[in-house]
């Protein structure tokens, strides 16, 4: 397999190896649009701890940030809507 491939993998699945990523995943598929604040009042954390997870999806290719002025908009990229409709394959038996 491609190193490419190799190494892009290995960021989504580290982008998904957090119960936290997990649940902001599931946030922006159920609430597009949101601010790291938004994402922040509905995900208990603090403010870098969210701004950390974020920066971690946005690696991984699951979630897109869309710059308007001073906000940043996250959605959720069509690889973040695959691997939430994958993730209960793993539970699975």
């Not at 604040?37 to 701004?51: A, D, F, L, S």
């Not at 897109?64 to 699975?92: C, D, M, N, W």
Request: aromatic content about 4%.
């Amino acid at each position: 397999m491609d190193p490419s491939i190799l190494r892009q993998l290995e960021r989504v699945f580290k982008g998904v190896a957090n119960h936290r990523r997990i649940e902001i995943l599931q946030l922006l598929q159920a609430e597009p649009r949101l601010s790291l604040w938004q994402i922040r009042e509905r995900v208990p954390m603090g403010r870098q701890t969210v701004c950390e997870h974020v920066r971690r999806l946005a690696l991984a290719k699951l979630v897109h940030k869309r710059y308007r002025g001073r906000e940043v908009e996250h959605t959720l990229a069509p690889l973040g809507h695959k691997i939430l409709g994958q993730l209960p394959l793993f539970l699975s038996a």
